[in-house]
């Protein structure tokens, strides 16, 4: 990693990259009340896409395709009690793909079957969690490769996602309010040539956050006060289709305070600071082996005023 010497030539492969692509589509969906108790929700939506993409000179055309594709979404709620609710959703996606690298094949649209089972709670007064446990498997996730001086685009015959996601959120005191959440993902290459076992690239294991806020309303003419701190952050992950490097993790810490005056036109001061301690870090990957990385954001501080009227 790094090691990279700089471009120093134009690539006529690589030049006038074009990607035109036109979606179509139609969506219907009802929730049924079977009983006080059970909820059944029904959907399904019809996709139709034209897509065209190629690049080099002389001009070389890589896709050039038409589909349609019919996916539905099922999903059932149970009641338990007044504060917990069971749920179940089946769902189906299609995503056409194109690609201006050269390709090795034909790119078939992506499509994913997702499985999900979860319960909501309300926990105390003004606190709501939510847990869901998810299965995803996909097909034809497109992903590129660099050979000599050109890139070529492939697609992995199946690739898996499971895992599990935490929310909570809600008022701790009366001026302590909480936001949080966790996630836990296992996603790697089920089938693949070259691929097959390694983890997908660009995807943490682990991923986090939270956020605590304070409210002070008893400010000189009935004014309030709010302020809060808290962060985001992830696990180390692969920044390649063959886990040749890692990106690491990283933890960023955001701070914000709030002055809303109560004033004929509510108006409102607020400060905001992302990426509070200017930390350096990597949020993905291109997820080839040409090695380039996105660096995260530096510190930024955003000053707003707003007037309601």
């Avoid at 399904?44 to 395709?65: E, H």
């Avoid at 996916?71 to 069971?86: D, F």
């Avoid at 309010?177 to 790697?188: M, P």
């Avoid at 992950?237 to 890692?246: E, I, K, M, Q």
């Amino acid at each position: 990693y790094g090691n990279t010497s700089k471009c120093t030539t134009v690539s006529a492969s690589d030049s006038d990259q074009t990607i035109k692509q036109e979606n179509y589509s139609a969506y219907a969906q009802d929730a049924l009340y079977l009983t006080d108790n059970w909820i059944a929700v029904a959907g399904i939506r019809y996709q139709y896409y034209t897509q065209y993409a190629g690049k080099g000179r002389p001009f070389n055309v890589n896709t050039d395709s038409r589909d349609e594709q019919w996916t539905p979404k099922l999903g059932l709620v149970y009641k338990l009690t007044p504060s917990v609710s069971l749920f179940a959703n089946y769902s189906q996606t299609f995503m056409p793909q194109s690609s201006i690298a050269s390709y090795i094949g034909d790119l078939p649209p992506e499509s994913s079957n997702a499985y999900e089972v979860g319960a909501k709670f309300e926990l105390f007064d003004g606190i709501t969690a939510d847990i869901a446990l998810f299965d995803i498997h996909k097909r034809n996730v497109l992903y590129t490769e660099s050979v000599g001086d050109e890139t070529i685009a492939k697609t992995a015959g199946r690739v898996r996602s499971r895992g599990v996601e935490v929310d909570l959120a809600g008022a701790l005191t009366e001026n302590i309010n909480i936001i949080a959440s966790y996630g836990y993902t296992d996603a790697k290459v089920l089938e693949d040539p070259d691929y097959a076992g390694k983890p997908l690239p660009n995807v943490p294991r682990h991923t986090g956050s939270l956020f605590l806020t304070y409210d002070i309303h008893n400010m000189p003419g009935n004014n309030t006060l709010t302020f809060g701190g808290g962060g985001h952050g992830v696990s180390r992950r692969s920044a390649t289709n063959g886990a040749d490097y890692y990106l690491p993790g990283y933890f960023v810490a955001d701070a914000f305070a709030a002055y809303k005056m109560k004033l004929q036109y509510p108006v409102t001061l607020q400060l905001n600071v992302k990426n509070l301690f200017d930390k350096t870090y990597y949020t993905s990957s291109i997820a080839t082996n040409n090695l380039g990385n996105q660096i995260g954001d530096p510190r930024e501080v955003q000053f707003t005023v707003k007037m309601e009227f």
